[in-house]
């Protein structure tokens, strides 16, 4: 069966800090996509990357940084100099390449961002 | 070009009825997913449509189901309705051109209460 852990419930930083948020995955399968979330507090989902997992190529998108490593399972998610818009809860997830149940959801990390 | 827009926005409804949702996607997007959101289970993957066809399906009973109209609007259904119901519905489109996997659009979703 295929999980996604996100072990920081929440997290709290001042503003210009750097954070990391975990994500930790688990499947059988070699072919898999890896995704993050943001949900601020109005409420609406914003998609912020996919990954596959034939690319292990680190991102950067700005303040925004993804690490990917296969080996521990892992895909974390840095924010760079974080600023108070960066509060949210942030959703890592999984998706398989098949059909039926292959979307899978961690629990979600609140980042607040504190002036 | 207008977002994903979900109808209605807020919904009460009693233990047995049934409730229609409906979201209308970005122009030209031909996916449509639904996912729900709850405290208790979080969120989860209910089921993808593409081009009129259901593509995928998460792991929800029978009573919930779900359809797209050759406009690329969909809606989904959920019939006797339980407690455990109220959440809120989250609908997402994206282009799927077929090329590569594209950015997924939430909409601001359907809050449902179930008394």
């Known amino acids: 069966a295929q999980k996604v852990t996100q072990a920081q419930t929440e997290i709290s930083v001042v503003e210009k800090e750097d954070v990391t948020l975990d994500c930790v995955y688990e499947?059988?399968?070699?072919?898999?996509?890896l995704f993050w979330y943001k949900q601020p507090p109005s409420g609406e989902l914003v998609f912020l990357i996919r990954?596959?997992?034939?690319?292990?190529q680190n991102e950067i998108s700005g303040r925004y940084s993804w690490n990917f490593q296969k080996s521990t399972s892992s895909f974390n998610f840095t924010i760079t100099a974080s600023q108070v818009v960066d509060s949210a809860v942030y959703f890592c997830?999984?998706?398989?390449?098949?059909?039926?149940?292959?979307?899978?959801f961690g629990p979600g990390t609140r980042l607040s961002v504190l002036p | 070009k207008a977002g994903v827009t979900q109808t209605p926005r807020y919904l009460i409804k009693t233990r047995g009825q049934q409730v229609t949702l409906s979201c209308s996607p970005i122009s030209g997007h031909r996916s449509v997913s639904w996912y729900q959101q709850t405290p208790g289970q979080g969120l989860q993957f209910l089921f993808e449509?593409?081009?009129?066809?259901?593509?995928n399906k998460g792991n929800f009973p029978g009573r919930f189901s779900g359809r797209q109209f050759s406009n690329s609007r969909s809606e989904m259904n959920v019939s006797t309705l339980e407690l455990g119901d109220s959440a809120l519905y989250l609908c997402?489109?994206?282009?799927?051109?077929?090329?590569?996997?594209?950015?997924?659009?939430f909409g601001p979703g359907t809050r449902l209460t179930v008394l």
């Open positions: 449509y593409f081009s009129e066809t259901q593509r």
């Open positions: 997402a489109s994206s282009l799927e051109d077929g090329v590569s996997y594209n950015e997924q659009f």
């Open positions: 499947t059988r399968d070699t072919t898999y996509y």
């Open positions: 990954r596959n997992s034939f690319d292990e």
């Open positions: 997830a999984l998706r398989l390449d098949n059909y039926g149940q292959n979307f899978v």
